[in-house]
T-cell receptor, first 117, second 116 residues
Framework: AQTVTQSQPEMSVQEAETVTLSCTYDTSESDYYLFWYKQPPSRQMILVIRQEAYKQQNATENRFSVNFQKAAKSFSLKISDSQLGDAAMYFCAYRSALGAGSYQLTFGKGTKLSVIP | GAVVSQHPSWVICKSGTSVKIECRSLDFQATTMFWYRQFPKQSLMLMATSNEGSKATYEQGVEKDKFLINHASLTLSTLTVTSAHPEDSSFYIC????????????FGPGTRLTVL
């Protein structure tokens, strides 16, 4: 079974600064997807960024980018120019690309990000 | 696009009663819907996966008779918590899988259940 580990329960960043959230995962599969989701105080899950394992290029979405290291099974999220609205729980998630169970997400325990004005 | 709604957003009920939570995909058809449970300050725990027109697949440790899931159409899945007890109090989130692109899961806003 796949596991996703987020080793930082809480982090804080100064507004306008950059922060990196860590995520490692364990899998024996070669084809999969990785995601970062944001859950603000409203509890609505919001997809931040997606990475396909077969792509070597790191995904980028505006101020959000990832550092995907497939061999190391590492998938960190970098938030640049942090804004107050970035304060939320961030969940790293894994999804297989193969088989009947390929639509299920496996979540890490989350990292609570605080943004200091 | 890709909006998922849940109703109600919060519910308070007495111990022993049953509560139904609806999950709807508003602008797309969802062959597969997922139900999660989230305790305070914890991650999402998958409870079950439901496919339209067939029985739900429950995760290990989830009581099928307590958490009844029905996925009667491509836009509606329901979770019924039967004979609810205080320990069933939690935040329940549904998601629906889109059929296009990356087969993303789109999440509903969640339902807070409090059992007195």
């Amino acid at each position: 079974a796949q596991t996703v580990t987020q080793s930082q329960p809480e982090m804080s960043v100064q507004e306008a600064e950059t922060v990196t959230l860590s995520c490692t995962y364990d899998t024996s599969e070669s084809d999969y997807y990785l995601f970062w989701y944001k859950q603000p105080p409203s509890r609505q899950m919001i997809l931040v960024i997606r990475q396909e394992a077969y792509k070597q290029q790191n995904a980028t979405e505006n101020r959000f980018s990832v550092n995907f290291q497939k061999a190391a099974k590492s998938f960190s999220l970098k938030i640049s120019d942090s804004q107050l609205g970035d304060a939320a729980m961030y969940f790293c998630a894994y999804r297989s690309a193969l088989g009947a169970g390929s639509y299920q997400l496996t979540f890490g325990k989350g990292t609570k990000l605080s943004v200091i004005p | 696009g890709a909006v998922v709604s849940q109703h109600p957003s919060w519910v308070i009920c007495k111990s022993g009663t049953s509560v139904k939570i609806e999950c709807r995909s508003l602008d797309f058809q969802a062959t597969t819907m997922f139900w999660y449970r989230q305790f305070p300050k914890q991650s999402l725990m998958l409870m079950a996966t439901s496919n339209e027109g067939s029985k739900a697949t429950y995760e290990q440790g989830v009581e099928k008779d307590k958490f009844l899931i029905n996925h009667a159409s491509l836009t509606l899945s329901t979770l019924t918590v039967t004979s609810a007890h205080p320990e069933d109090s939690s935040f329940y989130i549904c998601s629906a899988r889109g059929l296009l692109g990356y087969n993303e899961q789109f999440f509903g806003p969640g339902t807070r259940l409090t059992v007195l």
